[in-house]
């Protein structure tokens, strides 16, 4: 009994149904919680990019290929996407800034760990996701400048934002495997980062209680967009894989590049830089994709 307790403390989708629920049930909270979410995340990043070998940027020549793919994939296909339907469905000014910053965030860290999961091309998957890691530091206030504009952002705390939640932890990881540290925090990162989840979705669920009971078909654009942009999307990326024969490996990195974006961080820059209400989309995206690692786990079975 004491076994399975623990186990089921450690899975990361009943973490994050319990914070659904909990956030639900519960929302005062959520007022305390929402300003520690930034430095939640901030640990978050720094123990998801310690798995970050520092031989895979050594070689300008291997990674560049692999890192132009995670861009292309995360920001020109799943991005573009995301953007092309915010503007035709999303007429709320808050829920479509959400959805901006969704679309300019690099991919999930999980994609590393799903793509082991799922029989991928770890190598690619691994240099495509520190490519577009990279490439936000760059992307992410180009297009929050573009979609968003200069009245609504303010472009220093947006850059300060990046610095604490991407930069400093890469750098800071480097740091503790340096020191030797990585071997003590890796059997608990896990739990660590899986909480950290708990307390940002209960958050964003908390404070947008009252929205989400009593205005439930306002949400149904956002849905289908979390859905579009998961399932749809992947079914489309598999097909045209197949179409050009591509291994079967990569296709599944291809999937999980275009199809997972980092809703923890795009929650938390909502929170940030906007309203509560902002930060639905990310929470309602992650939902989703939680179902559709489900979903490609089942299918490969």
Request: hydrophobic share 55%.
């Given at each position: ?129 520190i490519g ?33 939640l991407i ?7 480097r740091v ?126």
């Amino acid at each position: 009994m004491k076994i399975e307790l623990k186990s089921l403390l450690r899975n990361r989708n009943f973490i994050l149904i319990s914070a659904l629920i909990v956030g639900l049930l519960w929302e005062k909270g959520a007022q305390w919680t929402e300003e520690v979410t930034l430095p939640a995340l901030a640990i978050v990043m720094t123990l998801s990019t310690m798995s970050v070998p520092g031989s895979a940027l050594r070689s300008f020549s291997t990674f560049l290929a692999p890192a132009l793919s995670g861009i292309v994939m995360n920001y020109l296909i799943l991005g573009g996407l995301l953007l092309g339907l915010n503007a035709l469905l999303i007429h709320d000014e808050a829920l479509r800034a959400g959805f901006v910053i969704i679309a300019a965030v690099p991919p999930a860290v999980a994609v590393i760990p799903f793509t082991f999961f799922l029989n991928g091309d770890e190598r690619r998957s691994l240099l495509g996701t520190i490519g577009a890691y990279l490439g936000a530091l760059i992307i992410m206030p180009l297009m929050a400048f573009t979609f968003l504009g200069p009245g609504l952002l303010d472009p220093a705390k947006l850059i300060v934002i990046l610095i604490e939640l991407i930069l400093a932890p890469l750098i800071f990881s480097r740091v503790l495997i340096k020191i030797g540290m990585d071997a003590y925090l890796d059997p608990i990162k896990g739990a660590i980062t899986n909480w950290s989840f708990f307390l940002l979705t209960y958050t964003i669920v908390g404070l947008n209680r009252n929205l989400i009971l009593t205005q439930p078909l306002s949400f149904l654009p956002v849905v289908f967009i979390a859905m579009a942009s998961t399932f749809l999307l992947g079914w489309i990326i598999e097909g045209m894989g197949r179409l050009f024969h591509l291994p079967p490996k990569t296709i599944t990195s291809l999937i999980l590049l275009g199809t997972l974006k980092n809703y923890g961080l795009a929650g938390g820059l909502a929170l940030a830089l906007f309203s509560k209400k902002t930060s639905v989309p990310a929470t309602v995206s992650s939902i989703f994709m939680i179902v559709y690692i489900i979903w490609l786990q089942f299918k490969r079975r």
